[in-house]
């Protein structure tokens, strides 16, 4: 049985990593999955080179929600599925989709492993995974999923620099609990690695509490995006 399922990743200057991550999705491709790359207007060769290992490269205004959104308009499968380019997807995917198929799921996402060896990436990894259970909600890393009618009857992303999964993760919880994947998604610890492990976390929970507490995401963007990466292809919160 074919899977349906819309692949979409957001990439920004992503040419030393998008072909080896695309060539992981091959196999998925070759059951049916679409894959639709995203590119925010990248500086470097990062369309040129996903070009055939797609099945469509199309181009938007850079910023992941926006990006994602664009995708969505050009997926043509049931369920919709946000990657980012450096997070891997589990070998077990398509039982894993054909699951869904046979749910009463309407969205949900997978539990995480960060790559690093050192033993605080397997802790952050857990603690992500706990904090995900209890409160619903999935953030950009953890693999979002979502049947195209749902994220299409709520209106999508909100248009929003920073909190775009929080924010959909919560107006998705209005209408079902999400499906927790057990298996593990695997994403980079480049965050960590380059920003320092404590650096990160305190930087990432200080906005996530702001932003309960209301704060604007456009002000909280300019605090997160002060730094030395590119919008689509950092980390989600």
């Known amino acids: 049985m074919a899977l349906s399922l819309s692949i979409i990743l957001p990439v920004l200057n992503e040419s030393g990593l998008i072909q080896s991550q695309l060539q992981k999705l091959q196999p998925l491709r070759e059951q049916g999955a679409e894959i639709i790359v995203v590119d925010g207007g990248s500086t470097d060769d990062s369309a040129r080179l996903a070009s055939g290992l797609a099945d469509r490269v199309i181009t938007s205004e850079a910023g992941r929600a926006r990006q994602m959104n664009a995708g969505a308009e050009q997926a043509s499968r049931e369920w919709l599925l946000f990657l980012h380019i450096d997070t891997t997807l589990p070998a077990s995917m398509p039982n894993i989709v054909m699951a869904w198929d046979f749910s009463h799921a309407t ?8 790559d690093g060896e050192p ?7 857990w603690f992500i995974n706990r904090r995900s259970y ?5 953030t950009g890393d953890q693999c979002l999923f979502v049947r195209r009618d749902v994220f299409s009857d709520i209106g999508g992303y909100s248009d929003i620099p920073l909190m775009e999964d929080i924010e959909l993760c ?11 994947v057990v298996s593990k ?3 980079s610890a480049r965050k960590w690695q380059r920003e320092g492990v404590w650096r990160t976390v305190f930087l990432m929970w200080r906005l996530r ?5 209301g704060a ?11 730094r030395k990466y590119d919008q689509a292809g950092d980390k989600g919160l």
């Open 107 to 114: 969205w949900g996402f997978f539990n995480v492993r960060l």
């Open 119 to 125: 033993l605080v990436y397997k802790v952050l990894s």
């Open 134 to 138: 209890y409160s619903g909600v999935g």
């Open 170 to 180: 919560k107006r998705l919880k209005k209408k079902a609990r999400p499906l927790i």
């Open 185 to 187: 998604a695997t994403t």
């Open 209 to 213: 509490l702001a932003y309960f507490f």
């Open 216 to 226: 604007d995401p456009h002000q909280l963007a300019q605090k997160y995006y002060d």
